[in-house]
């Protein structure tokens, strides 16, 4: 199955898993601390089940869910959970949790903490698990060691890859302080490697080792999380050794990082893709051939060129490694003005009739380089536009309502979006073009899509590949819509001393560090 790219969802009988076959040092060390500089900040509170997508990632050094990915792949393998079966078609799923698991408070891992975990997250419904379990109807303690998830009906995405966004806290604190939601943000008892020993939002958490903790012992007593925002400032950290691990770093910085012995640069392509979204239901830019048109004036190259350092040539609305190496045969990936000017006159605009906003967002560096190439691009095939860099989260609001209303007072030609995975499966972008789902702001509809997905879901258990071809059919069909621009997708950049080891990049949420595999030389 992992050769598909996709994975398998059947039950997996696992010890150690979550750990099981890591870099294990041969003894823990007594008092040794790795520091990590964040890219993107650290989360605003403690609280798991009050944080969306990579805010929560940092966290699970602290909680740990049911299941998840296997290091930096996407097969599915117990971590709390020792084994699970399915009936009814998918819509019953019974998981049998790890004995002798104890939680940072001294109790015991039970079946109602997985359902008061569950519940409350579902009470608070600011979680990315909270999205992604809609169609759990209930969860049932069947004994203390066996719980069992309920769905509303069988279908849809696969469960266990939804279930990996799910961590499980203590029954005691949920029950004793679920009133007190204050307590969560600043407090933390879950039954991972590390116990949180100091949170400071916008600035530090410092997180201890757990020396109960159920599987092998962390090299590192403590791991020390650090906001730092100013990219120089982490670059010159990392190179004073003041920092071990560094996400955020100058690109003009990183060839003379790579030259450092004393420093491993890790670059590859990575998973967020850059989306630069069309109003494909209402004004211009509901034309398919204008949206081809601008598809095939945009200088991909010259795009490379500009941010080399950051970006890759694009993959079309999914990844590769999501659909086994696969990239859309239809995607249009070089600039062809003959072509642009084809469609432009297919599509009855004249050069220099008609003017776009492009919307970028605010203080997002490589979004602006790119806004002006694509500017220069579409200028020439006389399509002129106006650059505006807009506050992201008011912009989303604003497009989520006209995706319900179509009022065109709500209306924009177009926004940015950087998407990236929130489930180890290509469901995580298939969001993006059906109705209803909060990125799908420009409101795409194709009921053919929405078709394929289904057929995809419902057939993968038993025929993975099978449900690839499905997807990849689905796939296809949206890039000849073109009802996005796909421009680049980001590389994956981590710098770190050369000493540290046992890292690995995150499958789903990079940059995040899951320092309990970490060691130092």
Known sequence: MRGSG???????????????????????????????????????????????????????????????PY??????????????????????????????????????????????SFDRDRATGRSTA??????????????????????????GPPFLPRLTSLVIASAKALRERVNDPAWFRANAVGTGPYMLEEFVARDRMVLRRFDQYWGPKPFFSRAIFLEIPEAASQALMIDRGEVDIAYNIPPQSLVGMKQNTQLRV??????????????????????????????YAVDYDALLKARTEEISPPEGPVPRRYVSGWVPPNLITRQDLAKAHQFLEEAGVRPGQLQL??????????????????????????VTTKITAVDFTPMFVKLQRFARTKNPADAEDT?????????????????????????????????????????????????????????KQAIQ????????????????????????????????WFPETHVFTLTRR
């Not at 993107?40 to 990632?57: C, E, I, M, N, T």
């Not at 959970?81 to 078609?89: I, L, Q, R, V, Y």
């Not at 906003?357 to 095939?381: H, R």
């Open 415 to 471: 926004m940015t979006l950087i998407r990236g995975p929130f489930i180890p499966h290509p469901a995580a972008y298939f969001s993006s073009y059906e109705p209803g789902f909060q990125t799908n702001f420009m409101d795409y509809r194709n009921a053919r899509v929405a078709q394929l997905f289904e057929l995809g879901y419902a057939v993968e258990r038993r025929d993975p590949e099978r449900a690839l071809e499905y997807y």
């Open 130 to 155: 909270s999205g992604l379990l809609t169609d759990v109807r209930e969860v049932r303690v069947i004994d203390p060691l066996t719980v069992q998830f309920v769905l509303r009906l069988a279908g």
């Open 357 to 382: 906003t492009l919307n970028i967002t605010a203080g997002a560096a490589v979004q602006a380089t790119v806004a002006e190439v694509v500017q220069a691009s579409f200028q020439k095939i006389g």
């Open 266 to 295: 890790i670059q590859v392509p990575g998973d967020r893709v850059m989306n630069w979204r069309m109003n494909v239901s209402l004004g211009p830019l509901s034309n398919r051939a204008l949206r081809k048109a601008l598809a």
């Open 477 to 508: 069909q949206i890039v000849d819509e073109q009802p996005d621009l796909w421009l680049y997708v980001e590389r994956r950049i981590v710098v770190l001393r050369s000493n540290i080891q046992g890292y690995f990049m995150h499958p789903i």
């Open 71 to 116: 290091r930096d792949t996407f097969e599915i393998r117990g971590v709390l959970a020792e084994s699970w079966t399915s009936a009814e078609g998918g819509a019953v799923w019974t998981f049998k949790l790890r004995r002798n698991v104890k939680f940072h408070d001294g109790t015991d891992l039970t079946a109602e903490a997985v359902k008061l």
């Open 6 to 68: 996709l994975l398998a969802t059947v039950a997996i009988l696992s010890a150690f898993l979550w750990v099981g076959d890591l870099l294990v040092p041969p003894a823990a060390s007594q008092e040794a601390t790795v520091r990590v500089a964040t890219f993107g900040g650290l989360p605003r509170v403690a609280d798991p089940f009050d944080q969306v997508g990579r805010l929560q990632a940092d966290l699970e050094n602290i909680y740990e869910p049911l299941v998840y």
